[in-house]
């Protein structure tokens, strides 16, 4: 009797204090927090141009996403998954190019590469006859191609535009990397008669690249011939040519792939602690992308060749930098690109959030020849802003059944 009277004592004060809105230091008598799981994407973005200019329209393809350029040329495809993605690049009247592009194994959630592209314009066709020769040139390009009669069974509208091939992965070892790149319309033409391509030497008689080859692409596969010559006497490189593709005369370089590096952008607090309920918010970042060379190029040429005239160096050091834009994608240079990225946050959390730009640094050693015949190499080395990793750190509340904070990835 004593027992019962007992448990009805103390169920009628845990009722009383229901009623009067008294409440338990017990964790358990708080409301659950929303747990929520925040999606996996990674971003590829970045700007196209032409002529150092945005581009709009510009179409973006990979096999996962698509975009569409706006008028400050940028875009931004958001990928589920890591790995390699070849991103191409097309608009109507310019020449189309395809950027390799690597999501790596060790990317974190939210992470993003960045891409800085320059698309160029087709130039005006000429009309070759059947029955005579036509020498089409491009003076301020150095390129002369000559084809003779009999080489086309019609009339035939040809198009010859120089242009910068889409960004490269650089690995480390011996790659082929473009000194002149040229579109040839139309596709897949097969000629006659062997046309005669060539390209001056910028640099003048006092030196000119070694390892040159004629790089032939088709459907993105590329062809590496041994048919390139260079002219002493007439200061020029010459290769044949059977039919139409993409046509590179190209320089086989000793390439090391540096390390990646970061560089700290932004940090970001996003605190619902106390809030049960879970929210989504986007934080806008201002990303780095592009490249550079690292240090004076025409002054290390001066250093180590103090024979060569100025204009010589100045040459030498302009097409340097040609060749290592042909593998990045784009003219050296550096900007911001504003991208917004979602995160959920479950309820009773604190998420913060670190933003860490991706810096490569690779190493490119030249084959320079020269009027004596002998052979030097010289290296420069480019940075490049790959990207941004996120970091982020998790600071759980009292209503979590584990109170430690933790990390994503």
């Not at 120089?162 to 790659?175: E, L, R, S, Y």
């Not at 000629?191 to 030196?207: H, W």
């Not at 929210?279 to 240090?295: C, D, H, I, L, R």
């Amino acid at each position: 009797m004593k027992r019962n009277l007992f448990l009805l004592g103390c169920l009628f004060i845990m009722t009383l204090g229901v009623g009067l809105g008294l409440t338990s230091c017990n964790s358990d008598d708080d409301p659950d927090p929303e747990i929520v799981t925040d999606n996996v994407a990674y971003y590829i973005a970045g700007e196209v141009l032409n002529n150092g200019k945005p581009l709009e329209g510009v179409k973006v393809n990979t096999t996962a996403a698509e975009a569409t350029t706006g008028a400050d040329g940028t875009f931004e495809l958001e990928l589920s998954g890591k790995g390699d993605y070849p991103v191409t690049f097309s608009k109507d009247g310019y020449v189309t190019v395809t950027s390799e592009v690597t999501i790596k194994s060790d990317a974190k959630n939210k992470a993003s590469v960045l891409i800085k592209q320059e698309l160029t314009k087709k130039r005006n066709p000429v009309t070759v006859k059947p029955n005579e020769d036509t020498d089409i040139s491009d003076d301020e390009e150095g390129i002369d191609l000559l084809i003779p009669a009999g080489a086309v069974d019609k009339n035939t509208d040809i198009t010859m535009t120089p242009f910068i091939p889409g960004a490269n992965k650089i690995t480390t070892g011996v790659i082929s990397a473009g000194l002149m790149a040229l579109n040839m319309d139309p596709d897949g033409l097969v000629f006659g008669k062997p046309v005669t391509l060539t390209l001056k030497n910028p640099m003048g008689k006092d030196v000119h690249f070694g390892n040159m080859k004629h790089v032939v692409e088709t459907d993105g596969i590329r062809r590496e011939l041994d048919n390139v010559t260079y002219d002493n006497e007439n200061n020029y490189y010459k290769a044949t040519l059977a039919g139409f593709s993409d046509h590179i005369f190209a320089i086989n370089i000793n390439a090391t792939a540096g390390g990646t590096s970061t560089e700290s952008l932004s940090s970001k607090v996003i605190d619902n602690l106390g809030n049960s309920s879970a929210k989504s918010e986007s934080v806008t970042v201002a990303q780095k992308y592009g490249w550079e060379m690292n240090g004076d190029v025409k002054g290390a040429l001066k250093s180590k060749y103090p024979s060569l005239t100025d204009a010589t160096v100045d040459a030498l050091a302009a097409n340097i930098t040609k060749v290592v834009s042909s593998l990045m994608g784009s003219a050296p240079g550096t900007g911001n690109l504003n991208l917004t990225i979602p995160f959920n946050i479950s309820g009773d959390t604190k998420l913060t959030v670190e933003f860490l730009a991706q810096i490569e640094t690779d190493t490119f050693s030249f084959p320079l020849i020269f009027v004596d015949g002998g052979l030097e190499w010289f290296d420069v080395s480019a940075k490049r802003y790959m990207g941004t990793q996120v970091n982020t750190v998790y600071q759980y509340g009292g209503t979590h059944t584990d109170h430690s904070g933790g990390s994503g990835s």
